[in-house]
C-alpha cells in the first residue's frame, strides 16, 4: 500500500510542478495535497511542523503570485491604468493565448492600460517590463515552493521505505 501512495503523491508533486507555469493549475496546492497523503503510510514519518511551515509557504505564494505583476508594474512607475492592465492581460492571456498568453498577457495588458492613460511609449514599455518581471519571480517563488514540498514528501518516503 505505501508504495502506491509514494508512486501517487510523486505523480501528485509532479502535476505541481506543471502547475506552476499554467496559472488554471495552483501548483504550490496541488503539490500540497502530496503531504496529507503521508498520515496514510504505515510508519510515523511526519513531521507536523514542517507540514505547518510548508502549508504558509503554500498560501502565501499562491496569494503573492497573484500580486508581483501588479507591483511590478507598480515599482517600475506604472500607473493604475498600467496595474489593471496588467491584471486584466493576465486574465485575457489565460483564456485567449494559452501558456503564450499567460506569460505575455501582463506584459502587454500593463503596456496598453499605460498608453490607453496617456503615457509615452517608453513609460508604457518599462510597466510592462515590471509586470514580466513580476511574472517571472511569482514563477519562480512557486518553484521554490513545490520543490521544498517534494523535498518533504521523498524524505519522509525514504525514511518509510527504510533508506
Known amino acids: ?33 502530496s503531504l496529507p497523503m503521508l498520515y496514510l503510510t504505515s510508519e510515523d514519518i511526519r513531521d507536523p511542523q514542517m507540514i505547518i511551515i510548508l502549508t ?19 515599482y ?27 506569460i505575455l498577457g501582463p506584459f502587454f495588458g ?6 490607453i492613460a496617456g503615457a509615452d511609449v517608453n513609460k508604457a514599455l518599462k510597466s510592462a517590463v515590471g509586470a514580466f518581471v513580476g511574472f517571472v519571480l511569482g514563477t519562480l517563488a512557486k518553484l521554490v515552493v513545490v520543490a521544498l514540498i517534494g523535498l518533504q514528501f521523498i524524505y519522509c518516503c525514504m525514511k518509510t521505505l527504510g533508506f
Do not use: H, N, Q
Open 56 to 74: 504558509l509557504l503554500m498560501i502565501g505564494v499562491t496569494l503573492l503570485d497573484y500580486m508581483l505583476p501588479i507591483w511590478g508594474t507598480k
Open 76 to 102: 517600475t512607475g506604472g500607473t493604475r491604468a498600467g496595474k489593471i492592465g496588467s491584471a486584466l492581460g493576465l486574465i485575457i492571456g489565460l483564456f485567449v493565448g494559452g501558456v503564450i498568453g499567460i
Open 1 to 33: 500500500m505505501d508504495i502506491i501512495i509514494i508512486i501517487l503523491g510523486i505523480v501528485i508533486i509532479i502535476t505541481g510542478f506543471i502547475g506552476c507555469f499554467i496559472p488554471v493549475l495552483p501548483g504550490p496546492f496541488i503539490a500540497w495535497t
Open 110 to 115: 500593463a503596456f496598453i492600460g499605460e498608453l
